[in-house]
């Protein structure tokens, strides 16, 4: 295929902004950049080939809105007729009340404060983005609106698809290791619900272990030798 | 903020090596120099290049010299963009633009050493004269850097300071009698705008707003003495080494506006 | 009396070099400079990123004495709105020097000195982001000198170009800084501050250098045509060693967790 094309560095490799990884047909992933033929990285990150697409994960930066995103949000402001919620992307989101809950809010009778008020967490999911504008969000699906109990870990957004894993087997595995409910915002807020608070505390380990070590190889396997190195050293 | 358009067209005009006003791509547009205008200023200056105007005021006060330079006079530059001179320029302390520019040509004056500070003092460690420069910006077509540069030489070269007298540390002056201050070589600047892939002289203001970054070289005596680059944009090394050559060449042909002045040392 | 007068007195006139008044040279007849360095010779120098918690991206970097910290804030709003650029990001910087990193108290007011030297890595670094990806916000970056001993804006440049890519912000290239100046006739490298204020050239220079483009460039000082081409080309070599240095930089974190967890086995 492209095997022939010049590649200067190899999976898994850390590469920064500005560095040279490969020459001729391969076609740009997220992150990368193509210049007279070749492939540039854009941020500091691990190259990942993939089918003649070279990719870099990017270690850090910003949560880009996607429409379809899960995210988890703080309102911070209510007007007239929405929320505003910050989702942690450059951008604050907007939840219209039409689309706040799956039971339709009356504006003429009801106060928005009744049902989100300032400070309240929220699931819900972006609907729509334009990079220059306010993401909005809605909370009309079965699953969404306000968290009530549990706890709320804050990571990177960038390491998100790395802790929910190829197929989601890092994510399935931490909640059945740890018997917690999880939910992963596309924007770096995970609600974790467990039956007491040391279920809950592992699955923040876990995170923790996984945000620092997104970069190394073999990584769920090493999660999840600690895992049972925590069960086992409960019971 | 220039439209797509407009920048479009500057860019295709260069590209067959016009520009928007006929000029050729090293030109400079016409200048004009006018010295001592201001009676109540010690010396003054107006100059236009093209619609581009300002003029340079000097008053010489005497005043305490800085603490770590005791013996020598002290030159200080202010420039005020009035917002009389642009729609786009607003009343208030000078912003970074403002700033820039006074302290491009205060460097280019000090490094060339146009003004003998030596030969300022009057009481070493207490009385020193002050040379005021202010530049006023008076109409903003482009190139607010090399008109503001030439009329301060200018009024530089055709200043007078009063006498002063020093008795026992005390200081009488006669302002009557004003001599021409201690100056020796004057320093002119050269703006190089790029647009697009090309290096353009004295970019008038539609040039300024499409170029991507502009170089002021400042030169005296066939070197230079001064340089600043400014704008967002990014030049080749290939094209320092042109601009640097450029303004050595265009310097002299600014430098022909000073030399009528005061002798024009 | 304006603002103007304020800022001189603060540091930027000549420093007297012994009690006597004499000068003493800054380089020795076989080129070694007053702190044993050679011409082209870069002073020791530190680099960490990712130092301070709530920004989004920061850098320490030490260029001998000089000491810079960096940070950057964003992709984030802008307020007030009319601000914002409707098609790209707005680079905003903030170049600020400690009120005790220089030898006589400096007021921790904005001088003129730091609104030009923020406006010049402002548009030292832009050009380096790729700024049409977050239309409409802001992305601030922050530098303090924390101690002054030349070169401050390089080290300040060096230090924010890590900064941004710690960030994460999308960036076609690392812009790397050093300055070049001239000393008793030699044109030397990384200027500490005694060499600024008594020699006769400082030049400042940066460019992104894997794409060979020049984003700083100053001149304070004498030089003729030869003089400055050369003096390019040294400023062209050291920030070629810079460059070296901030890839290292911001790898290192990463690859020393790397080599203790593949080397000594998991826990």
């Given at each position: 295929m492209c095997d022939t094309l010049p590649v200067y560095f190899k999976d898994w490799d850390v590469v920064v902004p500005g560095e040279l990884l490969a020459e001729g047909n391969y076609r740009p992933g997220s992150n990368v950049y193509k210049e007279d033929g070749k492939l540039y990285s854009n941020a500091v990150g691990i190259l990942k080939f993939n089918r003649g697409v070279v990719n870099v994960v990017p270690l850090s930066g910003p949560y880009i809105p996607k429409v379809g995103d899960l995210v988890i949000g703080e309102v911070i402001d209510i007007t007239a007729s929405s929320y505003v919620v910050d989702i942690r992307a450059p951008h604050v989101a907007f939840l219209n009340a039409s689309e706040a809950s799956v039971k339709p809010l009356n504006l003429h009778e009801e106060d928005l404060r009744k049902l989100y008020d300032v400070g309240d967490m929220l699931v819900a999911k972006v609907i729509s983005f334009e990079r220059a504008f306010n993401p909005s969000l809605t909370c009309k699906e079965k699953g969404l609106g306000k968290i009530t109990k549990g706890s709320i870990i804050a990571i990177p957004a960038v390491k998100v698809p790395r802790l929910i894993g190829r197929r989601r087997s890092m994510i399935s595995l931490i909640k059945s290791e740890t018997g917690c409910e999880v939910v992963v915002g596309q924007n770096g807020y995970i609600w974790v619900v467990g039956e007491n608070p040391e279920d809950e505390d592992l699955v923040a380990e876990a995170v923790r272990r996984i945000v620092e070590e997104a970069h190394v190889a073999g990584l769920t396997a090493r999660v999840m030798q600690m895992l049972k190195n925590k069960k086992r050293k409960k019971s | 903020m220039i439209s797509k358009v407009k920048k479009a067209q500057i860019l295709s005009l260069l590209n067959s090596g016009r520009r928007v006003d006929g000029r050729t791509l090293d030109q400079y547009r016409n200048i004009k120099v006018e010295t001592n205008l201001i009676g109540r200023a010690d010396g003054s200056a107006r100059v236009s290049i093209g619609d581009t105007l300002v003029l340079a005021g000097i008053k010489y006060e005497i005043g305490p010299p800085f603490p770590d330079t005791p013996d020598l006079g002290v030159l200080t530059v202010n420039a005020e963009f009035l917002p009389l001179a642009s729609p786009t320029f607003e009343s208030g302390p000078p912003d970074e633009n403002a700033i820039e520019l006074a302290r491009v040509i205060d460097r280019s004056l000090r490094k060339a050493e146009a003004v003998d500070l030596s030969k300022l003092c009057l009481v070493p460690g207490k009385s020193v004269w002050i040379a005021w420069i202010d530049i006023y910006v008076l109409n903003h077509d482009g190139n607010l850097i090399d008109a503001s540069a030439l009329a301060t030489s200018a009024a530089l070269l055709s200043s007078r300071i009063p006498q002063a007298d020093v008795e026992e540390e005390r200081v009488k002056v006669n302002y009557e009698d004003k001599v021409p201050p201690p100056l020796s070589k004057m320093p002119v600047t050269v703006t190089i705008a790029k647009i697009g892939d090309t290096l353009v002289v004295d970019p008038v203001l539609d040039e300024e707003e499409a170029a991507d970054a502009k170089l002021s070289l400042s030169v005296v005596e066939g070197k230079l003495c001064a340089a600043q680059k400014s704008g967002e944009g990014v030049f080749e090394v290939e094209e320092l080494q042109k601009a640097a050559s450029m303004a050595l060449s265009k310097g002299e042909e600014l430098y022909s506006y000073l030399k009528t002045l005061a002798g024009g040392t | 009396m304006g603002v103007c007068l304020e800022e001189y007195q603060l540091g930027e006139g000549k420093v007297r070099l012994n009690m006597a008044g004499e000068q003493r040279r800054l380089i020795s007849d076989d080129g070694v400079r007053h702190d044993g360095r050679r011409p082209d010779e870069l002073r020791p120098i530190k680099m960490s990123v990712g130092v301070l918690k709530n920004a989004n991206g920061s850098a320490y970097v030490e260029q001998g004495n000089t000491k810079i910290l960096a940070a950057v804030y964003g992709p984030r709003s802008v307020h007030p709105r009319h601000l914002a650029y409707p098609d790209k990001a707005r680079v905003r910087c903030r170049y600020h020097m400690a009120p005790f990193s220089v030898e006589t108290r400096k007021s921790p007011a904005p001088s003129r000195r730091e609104v030009e030297l923020s406006k010049v890595l402002r548009e030292a670094l832009s050009h380096a982001i790729l700024l049409e990806q977050f239309p409409s916000t802001a992305i601030d970056i922050f530098v303090e000198v924390l101690e002054a001993d030349g070169s401050t804006r390089c080290a300040g440049i060096n230090a924010a170009s890590l900064a941004l890519a710690d960030a994460g912000?999308?960036?076609?290239?690392?812009?790397?800084?050093?300055?070049?100046?001239?000393?008793?006739?030699?044109?030397?490298?990384?200027?500490?501050?005694?060499?600024?204020?008594?020699?006769?050239?400082?030049?400042?220079?940066?460019?992104?250098?894997?794409?060979?483009?020049?984003?700083?460039?100053?001149l304070d000082g004498k030089l003729s045509y030869e003089e400055f081409l050369k003096a390019v080309d040294m400023a062209v070599v050291a920030c070629e060693r810079i460059y070296m240095m901030q890839k290292e930089a911001l790898k290192q974190r990463y690859l020393t967790l790397r080599k203790s967890i593949e080397g000594g086995g998991s826990t």
């Open positions: - | - | 912000i999308p960036m076609k290239d690392l812009v790397a800084a050093c300055a070049v100046g001239k000393v008793d006739g030699y044109l030397v490298v990384d200027l500490t501050d005694l060499e600024d204020k008594n020699g006769e050239v400082d030049m400042p220079f940066a460019m992104m250098y894997g794409k060979r483009k020049v984003t700083l460039l100053q």
